[in-house]
């Protein structure tokens, strides 16, 4: 089965600290995604990445970065949190093929408060 | 970009009841799929489709191409089946991996 597993379930923070969300996958998959859950919105795409040092911008970037240094390993690093920031974050990975094969298999999330 | 919508946003059930959740896209696709979220977050995938019809235990899904159209049948529900289901399309093209959300449906099973 593959394991996708989020460094923290629920995480606090304060107005303008730097954090980190973390995603480790086990399958060797090549794209990894993160999304942020908001109710009413529903998930949207912060960035993705499809390959080791590659990264794409997804729906709202802004006030996000990303980090793959390895392939089974994608990070989400907030600069400078902000209180509009708080929300549950999901991380997913998927095969490189495009089209119907694209299942994406989701971590726990992680649900960040920023105070 | 495509676009997806489900209906209803909220859906309450008596146990044992058949349950219905709709979801209709924008443009051509090449995969729609189902997904369920219970409370805590984690997000499972139930289904993947591009034609047809597919079964699982109690929950049915459908797709109509030509309608854009999907829709996910639950038969004598059950308590448990309590949870946010989301549809996501997967846009046609090679190369194209990314999936277009809709917002959820939240359904709650009541005993």
């Known amino acids: 089965d593959v394991k996708v597993t989020q460094s923290s379930r629920y995480l606090v923070k304060r107005t303008g600290e730097k954090v980190f969300l973390e995603c480790v996958q086990d399958?060797?998959?090549?794209?990894m995604f993160w999304y942020r859950q908001d109710p009413g919105l529903g998930l949207r795409l912060i960035y993705f990445?499809?390959?080791?040092?590659?990264?794409e911008k997804g729906d709202i970037p802004e006030g996000y970065s990303v980090s793959r240094e390895k392939k089974e390993r994608f990070s989400l690093i907030l600069e400078s949190a902000s209180t509009n920031q708080t929300s549950m974050y999901l991380c997913a990975s998927s095969l490189l093929a495009g089209g119907s094969y694209n299942e994406q298999f989701f971590g726990p999330g992680t649900r960040l408060t920023v105070l | 970009k495509n676009e997806v919508e489900q209906s209803p946003q909220n859906l309450t059930a008596q146990e044992g009841e058949f349950i219905t959740i709709n979801c209709s896209y924008s443009?051509?696709?090449?995969?729609l799929h189902w997904l369920q979220q219970h409370p805590g977050g984690g997000i499972v995938s139930l289904f993947m489709l591009s034609s047809g019809k597919k079964k699982h235990g109690r929950l049915i899904a459908t797709i109509n191409i030509q309608e854009k159209h999907s829709s996910l049948h639950i038969t004598a529900s059950h308590p448990r089946d309590s949870a946010v289901y989301i549809c996501a399309a997967s846009d046609s093209g090679a190369g194209s991996y990314q999936l277009t959300f809709g917002k959820g449906t939240k359904l709650s099973v009541i005993p």
């Open positions: 443009v051509g696709i090449s995969a």
């Open positions: 990445s499809y390959d080791v040092k590659m990264k």
């Open positions: 399958m060797d998959h090549e794209n």
